[in-house]
């Protein structure tokens, strides 16, 4: 399990944009200077308001993606990040393309106030942490989940705790709903997007389709989205190897697991 308890000063991430000439990497793409490649519209669009996991290569604008769904939010959003040496990059990309406010949290630092962050982002350890000592942060206050490096769901990561606690609050929200004993307008509504180039550490077919299905099952999925090498090269990204990973069908849940929606 990572150790998140490295002592970094809290900040809220307020940097503005420059004119400094930025890399031609499409991660490192502002708003307010170009617009999302066409792929990576194309998986924004076909996201909506699902619970989905996008497969896309390292460097190719995940975080730009998340980026896009968290600017459109209404409400709070959570992005989670697996290690504390990654909070402030993915903050200040995160930052730089929404033009939200965005606040970093990790280890036993001092809690962000509630009314400065329109999104977080934090390790898994310390939101754990956070949600169980401060009612403040429950469900209720988040429209979006982001699993950045999803594929840790599938061992005993904190990524798995949490997403099992969306799912018990979901499954409990929409109980209570159904018999007319919850009228919070945005209870049981936390999107979850988890973010990965590689699905799982597993190479067989069977295995790989295991994990699927237990990604599937945890995060409560609608959908996989993947990038394919011919879309990526007309977007202008020269995609690796092949990485080793093959989703037969990826645009809907592995076999005997019923889309979410459904259920």
């Known amino acids: 399990m990572m150790d998140d308890r490295t002592t970094v000063p ?9 004119s400094t000439s930025q890399s031609s990497s499409p991660e490192n793409n502002t708003s307010s200077t170009i617009k999302l490649r066409p792929y990576q519209q194309r998986v924004v669009n076909d996201t909506g308001k699902k619970n989905v996991i996008v497969k896309m290569p390292t460097g190719s604008g995940k975080t730009l993606v998340a980026a896009e769904i ?3 939010a209404s409400r709070k959003c959570i992005f989670l990040v697996p290690r504390c040496d990654l909070v402030s990059q993915q903050a200040k990309a995160i930052q730089q393309w929404s033009q939200k ?9 001092s809690v962000p106030a509630v009314k400065m962050f329109d999104i977080m982002v934090s390790t898994p350890v310390a939101f754990q942490c956070l949600q169980m000592r401060d009612e403040r942060f429950d ?5 979006i989940c982001v699993f950045d490096e999803v594929h840790h769901v599938l061992k005993d990561h904190p990524y798995r705790h949490i997403a099992r606690g969306i799912r018990t609050y979901v499954e409990q929200k929409n ?3 159904n018999n007319n ?5 945005y209870g049981g509504k936390v999107q979850v997007i988890g973010l990965s180039a590689s699905l799982t550490y597993a190479v067989q077919k069977d295995e790989v389709q295991k994990s699927l299905r237990l990604l599937s099952q945890d995060l409560m999925l609608d959908d996989m989205i993947m990038v394919h090498d011919d879309e990526l090269r007309d977007g202008g990204y020269n995609p690796p190897s092949n990485d080793g990973l093959e989703i037969v069908h990826p645009h809907v849940s592995p076999e005997g697991v019923l889309p979410f929606h459904q259920r």
Not at 11 to 18: A, Y
Not at 139 to 143: A, G
Not at 181 to 185: F, I, L
């Open 10 to 18: 809290e900040s809220v991430i307020s940097s503005t944009l420059t």
């Open 70 to 72: 968290m600017k459109l």
């Open 101 to 109: 406010r965005v606040s970093t949290f990790m280890g036993s630092l």
């Open 139 to 143: 469900w209720t206050l988040f429209e």
């Open 175 to 177: 109980n209570s709903k």
């Open 181 to 185: 004993d919850d009228n919070d307008d």
